[in-house]
């Protein structure tokens, strides 16, 4: 049984959420936009890659240009969709959830999250049936954007409540188990940007959770 909520839905893999449920979805919010981009970002979980390609594939079928962020943080994709023309995004993520869950969470082209009334749209819209495309409607384009951590972190460092000149003369030590997750690269990029030493435990980008999610 998928688990539905404003944080957007979430199930298990083996049997609730499936690639073709990914691909209702993924569906149902190409009727809710304009013609335009929409981004996908998913977290290190085995599984996000079978669902985020049904979902590529469902849009790139109905004309809709993709663009691709990979293995990303959450708030990456936020901060892409804000700061670029696309229209919505898709985060495939369970968040703390063990690695038998995943899930997805739904972004509005300002970079925030779906609001309450936005989610009972598109759950509507699933749950009436799909009626996916003609064979005749030309495809979409897929792009992938491998810089997107690099551009937050740009973005980060730029922020006039950083002071990233006083943190860079402490060259602070600082340790980062990222549980093989979202952040395996991101966070430690981001410190050594600041001129930080980072011992990294846990950063492969493998989905095993070696001591839990949290």
Not at 22 to 30: E, G
Not at 33 to 53: A, C, K, N, Q, T
Request: hydrophobic share 40%; net charge negative.
């Amino acid at each position: 049984m998928l688990i539905r909520s404003i944080s957007g839905v979430r199930g298990l893999v083996k049997t609730d959420l499936l690639p073709e449920t990914c691909a209702a979805y993924a569906a149902a919010v190409h009727t809710m936009f304009p013609d335009g981009v929409i981004m996908i970002g998913r977290d290190s979980r085995p599984s996000g890659e079978h669902l985020s390609d049904a979902m590529v594939e469902i849009l790139l079928s109905y004309g809709r240009d993709v663009i691709s962020l990979g293995i990303v943080p959450t708030p990456t994709v936020q901060f892409m969709v804000e700061r670029t023309d696309a229209v919505a995004g898709v985060v495939i993520t369970a968040s703390h959830n063990p690695i038998e869950w995943n899930g997805l969470k739904f972004i509005r082209g300002d970079g925030t999250f779906f609001r309450s009334d936005e989610c009972d749209s598109l759950f509507s819209i699933v749950d009436a049936g799909i009626e996916f495309p003609n064979q005749d409607i030309e495809h979409g384009t897929i792009f992938m954007d491998v810089n997107a951590v690099q551009k937050h972190i740009i973005q980060v460092a730029s922020l006039r409540s950083v002071d990233i000149n006083k943190i860079r003369k402490k060259k602070f030590k600082v340790v980062i188990d990222a549980v093989n997750g979202a952040g395996y690269d991101a966070v430690p990029r981001l410190l050594e940007s600041f001129n930080c030493e980072v011992i990294r435990i846990n950063c492969e980008p493998n989905g095993e959770f070696t001591r839990g999610t949290e």
